[in-house]
């Protein structure tokens, strides 16, 4: 067995060669073997055994396929020596898997071998730029290329846009740099690329008790604020408040466990059809959900048993929860953790709920979560609360009707010369009606959320940088220009140089590894990881109402506001309207004379 990871080297030409270790056996050019996938099952094999001829062939439900050994590579510094057969423990390079391995895989001569566990991508794809050709008639070559670079390069995210762009997501500065120079090596095309896209995130905060002077707000408003929405098929109202950072940190840090809760909810997967080992992860991702909650207030202790879906995509830090006491939510299940853990009760249950707009309700939130009020970025740390849901009663879906849609069936019946059938009318109607649900929905979230105070989170970099003595100076002269919080500054044990860990956000982090070597000389050693969201903590739309804060800041606060700042870019980049002025000081201008 061996595990191949792909690493592009050119030999003949372009051509891919599988970096790979060999753990036990032989291997051999012109072997035939079994390349494994992340998912493959061991159990599932059956008796399948290497077939004359069958290269190409595809083993339908054990995620393998069967592939000819190529040439066999040993690596010598940076020459690559052409050997027949590689023993156990050596590191070996392997040609002609390029159309077998996407990103890493297991090669091994039988089906009963267990897959190795998919690589890990070490950082977080947070940088985006577009990337197109210079000439129309090279966009073949393009799309080669970064198939090309999707193989060779672990970290890098290759993006189709809906606009039809080609998108790149990486680590940061210099992996982007590095990945642009590979695809035009890999391309052979003159390539353009977009001004670098750094991603943001929308929340909302508890009111604050104090204002900007540091004076108790007498007037602050402590009741709910709702958002309604009425019309001749449906009554909507709902609220937003903010979800407590620990709670929202767990949800982020464990969307691929949410999603197998969520899967469970939706009856996509059997609980009891799951392997042992990742049964007991949602038993216990379930129990650390429900120790979170209780640790945070009576609010929450009761939010857990009303979790409705989270979002965006279902499984982010978002949470849709259902508070309604009457209507026709009123019996519906709103236990999220227990519905999905309950799978062999769980259909009965929601079909006694009457969700026939459960799934436009759902989609109307994920729509939301997608793109805030301020910036159109998706929305972090915000729980919606469905307060009351009524549908009038000649908007109920008709059985036919909702059994059609909710199945995507779609009913063929002979018009009449009166005309259509009553089945097709009552599909097409409930349909319509379904869709001014999903808008309505999506758009009352916003409002609620704007009724709340608005902030913008932007993404933080872990900076590390390790600095003689002599230039410690020149990295702080750095660092403060850069908006750059210290966390620690420690001397290293040979006493001779320092170790400076701070947190820097990705906005302020183009140029900043160029720069500080070029003030210290090389004599720093910058490392950049992302880290986390941080919460920017001024109001993009602060204006002074009170005595003090006049007094202080003055009458129109025209100091630097850095949300404000930070919010018209995202909309000017997005063609969307700003929040700026066009004429500062109209008393200032002036009638030019006309000069005969």
């Known amino acids: 067995e061996a595990a191949a990871a792909a690493v592009p080297a050119v030999v003949s030409g372009t051509e891919f060669v599988a970096f790979a270790r060999v753990f036990s056996g032989k291997v051999r050019s012109g072997q ?33 396929m069967r592939a000819t050994i190529g040439q066999l590579y040993v690596l010598m510094g940076r020459e690559l020596e052409m050997v027949d057969e590689v023993p156990a423990g050596n590191l070996l390079g392997i040609s002609g898997l390029g159309d077998f391995i996407l990103k890493s895989a297991t090669v091994s001569s039988t089906l009963h071998c267990p897959a190795f566990t ?93 204002d900007r002077a540091n004076e108790l707000i007498v007037n602050a408003e402590k009741k709910q604020q709702f958002a309604t929405f009425q019309d001749a098929n449906f009554y909507l109202k709902l ?161 036919v009707a909702a059994a059609a849609v909710a199945a995507g069936v779609a009913l063929e019946e002979e018009e009449e010369e009166t005309g259509g059938s009553a089945a097709s009318s009552s599909v ?63 001397m290293t044990e040979d006493f001779t140089s320092y170790h400076i860990v701070a947190s820097l956000p990705v906005q302020e982090s183009f140029g900043f590894v160029g720069e500080i070597r070029l003030k210290t000389s090389g004599l720093a050693y910058p490392q950049l990881v992302f880290s986390h969201w941080a919460l920017v903590e001024e109001d993009p739309f602060w204006v002074p109402t009170t005595e003090e804060e006049k007094m202080l800041y003055g009458d129109t606060a025209d100091r630097r506001n850095l949300a404000l700042l930070l919010v018209n870019s995202i909309r000017k980049r997005k063609g969307l309207g700003q929040h700026s002025k066009l004429v500062e000081f109209a008393e200032k201008q002036r009638t030019l004379a006309r000069k005969k």
């Open 239 to 399: 609220s937003a408040v903010p979800i407590p950072p620990q709670i929202s940190k767990f949800l982020l840090d464990n969307c691929s466990r949410l999603k197998q809760l969520d899967l469970l909810f939706r009856q996509e997967i059997n609980l009891f059809e799951l392997p042992d080992e990742k049964r007991e992860d949602v038993s216990k991702l379930s129990e650390e959900l429900c120790e979170l909650f209780d640790d945070h207030g009576k609010f929450w202790k009761a939010a857990r048993r009303q979790i409705w879906a989270f979002g965006p995509n279902r499984v982010g830090p978002n949470i849709l929860l259902n508070q309604c006491t009457s209507g026709t939510l009123a019996n519906r299940p709103g236990g999220f953790i227990e519905t999905a853990l309950d799978a062999a009760d769980s259909g009965s249950r929601l079909a006694a709920g009457g969700g026939e707009f459960d799934s436009n309700i759902v989609h109307g939130f994920q729509l939301a979560c997608n793109s805030g009020v301020l910036v159109e970025e998706p929305l972090m740390g915000v729980a919606v609360v469905m307060h009351e849901f009524t549908v009038s009663a000649h908007q109920a879906a008709p059985p």
């Open 118 to 210: 998919a690589l890990t991508d070490s950082s977080l794809g947070i940088i985006r730029v577009a990337v197109s050709t210079k000439k129309a008639g090279d966009l073949p070559q393009l799309i080669k290329g970064l198939k090309l670079l999707n193989q060779a390069d672990t970290n890098v995210q290759v993006l189709l846009q809906e606009t039809g762009e080609h998108v790149l997501l990486t680590a940061g500065e210099v992996h982007l740099e590095r990945c642009l120079r590979d695809l035009a090596q890999f391309s052979q095309v003159e390539i353009s690329a977009s001004d670098p896209i750094v991603p943001y995130r929308e929340t909302i905060i508890p009111r604050p008790r104090t």
């Open 32 to 64: 035939q073997l079994f390349v494994l996938g992340p998912k493959h099952d061991p159990c599932s094999a059956g008796t399948v055994q290497p077939a004359e001829g069958g290269v190409h062939e595809s083993l339908e439900g054990v995620h393998a």
């Open 428 to 490: 097409s109607t409930f349909t319509a009606t379904s869709g001014k649900l999903i808008s309505a929905m999506k758009d009352l979230t916003r409002k609620a959320v704007q009724l709340q105070p608005c902030r913008l989170m932007e993404a933080m970099y872990k900076c590390d940088v390790t600095v003689t003595s002599e230039k410690l100076g020149q990295v702080h002269a750095v660092l403060n220009k850069r908006r750059v919080d210290v966390l620690s500054e420690d």
